[in-house]
Every structure is written in C-alpha cells, then in structure tokens.
C-alpha cells in the first residue's frame, strides 16, 4: 500500500512595511518549490481599481463591491508574482507610490480584509505555501505550520525602502512620513491590526543580512519538515 506523503506546510510570514517580507517570502518559496502568496498584492490591485474608477478609498461598501466584481490572479513567475486584475497584468503598475498609498487605506475596511482574508484561504488552504501579509499568521491562517514575524528599527526600514524607491526620485522625508503613516494606520486598524501571533518565531532584521534571515528561516522550516517525517 502506497503510503500518502504529508501536506505540504503553510508558511506565514507577517511584519510591518518596509522589513523586507516579499523578499524574503519569495525566495523562500522559489527554494521550497512553494507557491508564494503575497496578500499586499491583493489589496493593491483592489487600490489600483478605486483610483482608475475614482472611488472614495474610505467608501467600504464601494470598495468591497468593486473587489467581489474583480477577478484577482496571482501567477508565481521565477520573478516573483505576476499579478492580474480581470485578465491584465498590473504588475509593475501596483508597486508605485500612488497604489502603495492608495492599499494602505483600502485595507483598514472590516468588510474589505474579510472578503480578501476568504479568498487568500482559498489559495493557499492545500499547503505548498508561503503567504507573507501583516495578519496571515492572526487572522489568515492561524494554524499555519510556521509562523515568523518580521520586524527591525524603523530608522532601519525607512532606509530600506529608500534605497528601494530611490530611482523613482520620491525625497527622503515624504517616504519616511509615508512609511510611518503605514505603520499607524496598519497597527491601530479595528480589523486585523499588525501584531505578531502568540505562537510566531520573531525575526529582527535590523543587524541582519538578507540572507542570514533567510537562512534562519529555512532553518525553521527544516525542523518542522523533520518533525513530519
């Protein structure tokens, strides 16, 4: 008789803007041979759809009917996420500063992050996943397999993000302001603030290498594959 093998595990990944979780989560992913699921993309795609219709971003019912009627694809590339709304690829359109804006407000809505919180369940339920959010390991999937929140100095994050963005000329103080209106609005939302889960592996990056951290991860990940077999 053919001995089934194990699920596969849900990896969550959570932490404030700007700690490097996409980066992390992708690479980690590519080295697993998982599906990488990043739930910010999500939230942009939905931000980039109000802005194109001109819709209130503090209008929640708007918003969740204008995200019940989008189809929001993510296809994992060796690049990271290809993303689509309704068949067209915005990829590069969510990541600049106007959608990054623009998500950090859609996604304070109850009504919006559990319509969104439903359909990352549905993609990432079957394991083989790593899913990095701000509330994957609270709200997501709370019996995830591993559960790592990702932090370092602020000071650090914003210089971070800086050298990210800084060929796109944006000053430094505006996304310094920028980031920390973020991390407000992400820390004190009545739904599904930012904190870490009861049982997360806390990670701070801020004396760390890209991948001493992600070396620390996989060293976690392998102790629960262990335990598995």
């Not at 915005?90 to 304070?108: C, F, G, L, M, P």
């Not at 009545?190 to 009861?198: I, K, N, Q, T």
Request: a positive charge; hydrophobic letters at 40%.
């Amino acid at each position: 008789m053919t001995v089934p093998s194990p699920r596969k595990l849900i990896i969550a990944i959570d932490g404030p803007a700007g700690v490097g979780k996409s980066t992390i989560a992708s690479r980690l992913a590519r080295k697993l041979g998982y599906v990488n699921l990043e739930s910010g993309a999500m939230y942009r795609a939905l931000a980039l759809k109000a802005i194109e219709w001109d819709a209130s971003f503090d209008d929640e019912e708007a918003l969740l009917k204008m995200a019940q009627d989008s189809r929001i694809k993510l296809d994992a590339t060796l690049g990271g996420n290809r993303v689509l709304l309704n068949g067209k690829d915005i990829s590069a359109r969510i990541r600049e500063r106007d959608v990054t804006e623009a998500a950090s407000r859609v996604s304070v809505h109850p009504k919006v992050r559990e319509w969104m919180v439903a359909r990352q369940r549905e993609m990432g339920i079957g394991g083989g996943v790593v899913m990095e959010g701000r509330d994957i390991g609270t709200k997501v999937f709370p019996d995830a397999d591993l559960k790592i929140f990702l932090d370092a100095d602020p000071v650090i994050r914003e210089q971070r993000r800086l050298d990210q963005q800084r060929v796109k000329g944006a000053p430094a103080e505006t996304m310094a302001a920028e980031l920390r209106e973020r991390d407000r609005r992400d820390r004190t939302r009545a739904a599904s603030p930012l904190v870490a889960a009861e049982d997360a592996v806390l990670i701070d990056s801020t004396k760390m290498r890209e991948d001493e951290v992600l070396h620390r991860i996989e060293e976690l990940v392998e102790r629960q594959l262990a335990a598995r077999r």
